[in-house]
Nanobody
Framework: QGQLVESGGGLVQAGASLRLSCAAS????????MGWFRQAPGKEREFVAA????????YYADSVKGRFTISRDNAKNTVYLQMNSLKPEDTAVYYC????????????????WGQGTQVTVSS
C-alpha cells in the first residue's frame, strides 16, 4: 500500500520560510502526481499545490502562488514544499497526498495521505 510521512513543520514568525518534506515508503510513487493540502482549525481541508510525476508541471492555489514551491526528487521518493513569506493565515496542518495520474486540486483523486505536519505562523 505504501506510506507517506511528512516532516519539517514548526512554529515561525510571519515572513519566515519553512520547507516541508514528504517521504514515501513501501511503494514507489514515481509515476503518480503528488499534492499538498492543508487544514486550519474549524475549516475544511484545502488544496495547496500539486506536481506531476516528472516534476515538470506544477499547480498552485491562488493563496500561495508566488510564495510556495512544490518539487520532487524521484530518486529519493520525496516531495517538498518550500514555503516563503509565511503569513499567519498559512497556519494549518499540512498533508501530503499521492495517487492521481495528473496533478489536481481535487482531494478525492488522491488515494494515499500522510498523517500531517503542523505549521504555525505567528504575527
Amino acid at each position: 500500500q505504501g506510506q507517506l510521512v511528512e516532516s519539517g513543520g514548526g512554529l515561525v514568525q510571519a515572513g519566515a520560510s519553512l520547507r516541508l518534506s514528504c517521504a514515501a515508503s513501501g511503494r514507489t510513487f514515481r509515476s503518480a502526481a503528488m499534492g499538498w493540502f492543508r487544514q486550519a482549525p474549524g475549516k475544511e481541508r484545502e488544496f495547496v499545490a500539486a506536481i506531476d510525476w516528472s516534476g515538470a508541471s506544477t499547480y498552485y492555489a491562488d493563496s500561495v502562488k508566488g510564495r510556495f514551491t512544490i518539487s520532487r526528487d524521484n530518486a529519493k521518493n520525496t516531495v517538498y514544499l518550500q514555503m516563503n513569506s509565511l503569513k499567519p493565515e498559512d497556519t494549518a496542518v499540512y498533508y501530503c497526498a499521492a495517487g492521481p495520474a495528473f496533478p489536481t486540486n481535487r482531494a478525492g483523486r488522491y488515494t494515499l495521505w500522510g498523517q500531517g505536519t503542523q505549521v504555525t505562523v505567528s504575527s
